[in-house]
């Protein structure tokens, strides 16, 4: 594998390379909010970098959902409720967005809710799936 480059700290690279590499999108795409909050971005706006994010989750999210059920894997459910309360919270996040005045604000709150949430999901809850793909030369 090649060396990672700074998108993700180095402990949050699992050894798989289906996931590592989407990962590194969701962080990009956490830095990009953090750049277009005061409109300091390479020309994107917060809200398209909102619904990249959201959209991208969906993506990445029915990836690993694919991979569990194609696998058998036996914390399918605990990993899809984990899945699951992201998404309510980028939701929540998402209309908080739409009715607030101060987009800033929220945005920020979702760059921190993004981060924290994805820092603990992939070191504990992901890093279990790909030991698991791994163990199966699952790709």
């Known amino acids: 594998m090649n060396e990672p480059y700074e998108y993700m700290a180095a402990a949050l690279y699992l050894g798989h390379p289906g996931i590592d590499a989407q990962h590194e999108i969701l962080f990009v795409c956490y830095r990009e909010l953090m750049h277009a909050v005061g409109g300091h971005g390479d020309g994107f ?11 991208y989750v969906v993506t990445h999210f029915r990836y690993e959902e ?51 949430w994805l820092s ?12 698991h793909l791994n163990s199966l030369n699952y790709t």
């Open 45 to 55: 706006e917060l809200t398209d970098v909102i619904s990249v994010i959201k959209s």
């Open 66 to 116: 694919d991979a569990m059920q194609s696998t058998d894997y036996l914390d399918r459910d605990m990993h899809i409720a984990e899945h699951r309360r992201l998404e309510k919270g980028l939701l929540s996040l998402s209309e908080r967005y739409e009715n607030e005045t101060d987009k800033n604000a929220v945005a920020i709150d979702m760059a921190g809710f993004l981060k924290e």
């Open 120 to 131: 603990h999901h992939i070191a504990v809850v992901d890093r279990l799936l790909a030991q």
